[in-house]
């Protein structure tokens, strides 16, 4: 006897029903079963309850066989193109999911952020003009200067002994300047005339003599030597005469106008003297040229510095950003344009102040200079809650720029990250529900991970705009399982 006819043989109280093991296999085929071939005869009962008749058995183990085929057939079978629909299923016994349909994810609004340098809106090296030693210093680093404010000052004994100097000698060049324009004093004009006249009246008896002579001469009355004398002594009292004339006329005629000019050539350049002075004070002391905070002090008291030595750095109350853009980027911003900028989590409104008109060579940007207040005029009150805010120069903010991603084509949606499944080869995985049955066997589909947004992920590959997607709970669904999906 063979050992199928011992099993046939054997009783069937040895298989009592309410004690009948089942395996996983065995359940989910008979599930299967049941599924695909709802009108299968069903095996009937003995007659007498506790034994099996060998007809019985045969059919029984036919029908399981049947059950197993119809299983296998139904979980291996898949869908003949990736976009074609599955046939449609009872709902019973399908597992529920949550589906999103793709494309109608809306794409989020991207920000993109770039660092920049809080600076102070104006900053100065202060420094002496002129060489000396120093002589007071009166602001230590941190104190608040105000413009034209006193801050330091050199030794200027030279330049008060150069001034004294200058002084006197201005003053002698402005007197004699005073006398040329007065002209001459009456007495120097009467005694011009006087000697005019005196002159004159020896002219005369110098002509009387020599008029006698002339007449002696002829008559041999007198020497040749006495008419000489009379004639040549007549002319040297004319000439005498004339020039004494000549006199008389420059004195009444008063000074030269190009004496005048020289003068007050003179004049001016003996004030120009004193002026160069005052400069030169003005040079030894050093004044805050706006309102604001020593930043550094250089120097102390009793140091000799040249010409052009720092003393102070000064810094304003007043701060702007800097930051440095691509050239495609720094072109979207107008002057006057509202920006939002962040810094230790803390975000503020600015708006765009100027824009460099060219590209730094070595870093291949366009500085953007943001302003903190609306108006380009200092708001003290403003930047000193910006100060207590930790907002200072040399801190480090980032411009937040929000921008919509108009990357969504028409093959590349945004899904929700839950929805993907790590794949092969750098590839991830999303279930596919295809057509729009209420009950369908889900499908594997390969897409490409592009970039992420938080809990959104842009993805591209092969799936179509307005499919099905399961977008959550994954851990429980498999690809080739009955699922019925609800959005």
Request: charged share 25%.
């Amino acid at each position: 006897m063979s050992s199928t006819d011992a099993l046939l043989d054997e009783p069937a109280s040895a298989f009592p029903p309410e004690h009948e093991e089942h395996s996983p296999v065995d359940s989910v085929q008979a599930n299967t079963d049941d599924a695909v071939n709802p009108t299968a005869t069903t095996v009937s009962e003995p007659s007498k309850p506790g034994t099996w008749s060998r007809r019985s058995v045969g059919l029984a183990i036919a029908a399981s066989g049947i059950a197993i085929i119809g299983s296998i057939a139904l979980m291996t079978s898949k869908p003949s193109g990736s976009g074609a629909a599955a046939e449609p299923t009872d709902v019973a016994g399908a597992i529920p999911v949550s589906i999103i349909r793709a494309g109608t994810m809306t794409a989020p609004d991207l920000t993109r952020s770039y660092s920049g340098v809080l600076l102070a809106r104006q900053e100065s090296l202060l420094s002496f003009e002129r060489g000396g030693r120093v002589l007071t210093l009166s602001k230590q680093e941190g104190d608040v200067v105000l413009a034209g404010e006193h801050l330091a000052e050199l030794d200027q004994e030279n330049l008060d002994a150069a001034e004294l100097r200058t002084q006197s000698e201005l003053a002698a060049a402005e007197a004699r300047l005073a006398e040329l324009v007065a002209g001459p004093r009456q007495q120097t004009l009467d005694a011009a005339k006087a000697r005019v006249e005196q002159l004159t009246a020896e002219v005369g008896l110098a002509k009387v003599d020599a008029d006698r002579q002339q007449r002696l001469i002829v008559t041999n009355a007198t020497s040749r030597a006495a008419y000489d004398a009379a004639v040549f002594g007549l002319r040297a009292k004319e000439n005498a005469l004339a020039a004494q004339r000549a006199t008389l006329d420059e004195l009444v005629e008063g000074t030269r106008k190009e004496q005048i000019a020289i003068q007050k050539a003179n004049v001016a350049g003996m004030q120009a003297a004193l002026k160069e002075i005052q400069a030169q004070r003005r040079d030894s002391r050093i004044e805050a040229p706006f309102d604001g905070k020593i930043q550094s002090r250089v120097v102390d008291e009793g140091v000799v510095v040249s010409t052009g030595a720092a003393a102070f750095q000064l810094v304003s109350h007043a701060i702007e950003a800097r930051f440095g853009l691509p050239p495609s980027v720094a072109t979207q911003f107008k002057v006057g344009a509202i920006v939002t900028i962040r810094l230790h989590g803390q975000t503020r409104q600015g708006w765009v102040d100027r824009v460099e008109p060219t590209i730094d060579r070595s870093t291949r940007t366009r500085g953007v200079f943001i302003r903190f207040g609306e108006s380009s005029g200092d708001e003290p009150e403003l930047f000193e809650r910006l100060a207590e805010s930790g907002w200072v120069a040399g801190e480090l903010p980032e411009l937040l720029i929000n921008e919509s991603d108009a990357s969504q084509a028409q093959d590349k949606f945004w899904l929700p990250t839950k929805s993907l499944k790590r794949g092969a080869r750098g590839l991830w995985m999303v279930l596919v529900v295809p057509g729009d049955a209420p009950a369908v066997v889900c499908e594997r589909r390969a897409v490409e991970l592009l970039k992420t947004d938080g809990d959104r992920a842009l993805v591209q590959g092969m799936i179509a705009r307005g499919e099905r997607i399961i977008d959550a709970g994954l851990h429980r669904v498999t690809a080739g399982l009955l699922v019925a999906p609800t959005e």
